[in-house]
């Protein structure tokens, strides 16, 4: 539950200071920064725990996006343009895993209920 809150803040958080970054203020690289670091943390701490092999791959995808998300943020320290294509990566590889993972979920719970239903 708390992890939900905590995803919200700092998504918002990583959300308006990639849009402030434009504006050239000195905080902005540090709140990125912290909601960069903070998001990672979070993704990084709830490991997939089952058996299904395709929610481990990609919970190994979601890992790499998470892990890029502070590599965006030293780069954004370091007034390179770089980062704009490490936030991309990482958020197309995070909107897959979403998508597929929900897919796959629902797909793991129809074949048990069928399993269980003969």
Same mark, same amino acid.
């Given at each position: 539950?708390?992890?939900?809150? #905590?995803? !919200?803040?700092? /998504?918002?958080?990583?959300?308006?200071?990639?849009?402030?970054?434009?504006? /050239?203020?000195?905080?902005?690289? !540090?709140?990125? /920064?912290?909601?960069?670091?903070?998001?990672?943390?979070?993704?990084?701490?709830?490991? !997939?725990?089952?058996?299904?092999?395709?929610?481990?791959?990609?919970?190994?995808?979601?890992?790499?996006?998470? #892990?890029?998300?502070?590599?965006?943020?030293?780069?954004? !320290?370091?007034?390179?343009?770089?980062?704009?294509?490490?936030?991309?990566?990482?958020?197309?590889?995070?909107?897959?895993?979403?998508?597929?993972?929900?897919?796959?979920?629902?797909?793991?719970?129809?074949?048990?209920?069928?399993?269980?239903?003969?």
């Amino acid at each position: 539950m708390i992890k939900n809150y #905590l995803l !919200y803040l700092f /998504g918002t958080l990583l959300l308006v200071s990639a849009i402030l970054y434009i504006t /050239g203020w000195a905080f902005v690289p !540090y709140v990125y /920064g912290i909601a960069c670091v903070g998001t990672a943390i979070l993704f990084l701490l709830h490991p !997939y725990k089952g058996d299904n092999f395709r929610l481990k791959r990609l919970n190994i995808q979601q890992a790499m996006a998470a #892990l890029l998300l502070p590599v965006s943020a030293y780069l954004m !320290y370091l007034n390179r343009n770089e980062w704009i294509v490490c936030l991309l990566v990482s958020a197309i590889l995070q909107t897959y895993v979403i998508f597929v993972r929900d897919h796959e979920e629902k797909k793991n719970k129809h074949g048990n209920n069928q399993q269980s239903a003969k």
